[in-house]
Nanobody, 116 residues
Framework: VQLVESGGALVQAGGSLRLSCAAS????????MAWFRQAPGKDREFVARIRWSGGSTYYADSVKGRFTISRDNAKSTVYLQMNSLKPEDTAVYYCTAGNGDKADYWGQGTQVTVSS
């Protein structure tokens, strides 16, 4: 299984970014996909999850209303649209795949830096 994130960048506060995660080596449409993040000196935290069908999504309170998770099963890709970015969103963002709420597989991460 391979998960490859892309789209991380340096952006000013208030800006937007879209992260992508391309999956291979698994039956993508069977897995829940999620994004986690880890800021320097902090624990890794959950950001968002989307079920296999795309019909159910879940968000951390800190990103609700600003971030949107989506998936394209035909492309085996999950996305994270991030709007109204804040400096506290600065972190390495990781894509995961798993059954239900599990994160069985992890990508290598992509850096998002939000400047004030």
């Amino acid at each position: 299984v391979q998960l490859v994130e892309s789209g991380g960048a340096l952006v000013q506060a208030g800006g937007s970014l879209r992260l992508s995660c391309a999956a291979s080596g698994l039956i993508f449409s069977s897995y829940s996909m999620a994004w986690f993040r880890q800021a320097p000196g902090k624990d890794r935290e959950f950001v968002a999850r989307i079920r296999w069908s795309g019909g159910s999504t879940y968000y951390a309170d800190s990103v609700k209303g600003r971030f949107t998770i989506s998936r394209d099963n035909a492309k085996s890709t999950v996305y994270l649209q991030m709007n109204s970015l804040k400096p506290e969103d600065t972190a390495v963002y990781y894509c995961t795949a798993g059954n239900g709420d599990k994160a069985d597989y992890w990508g290598q991460g992509t850096q998002v830096t939000v400047s004030s």
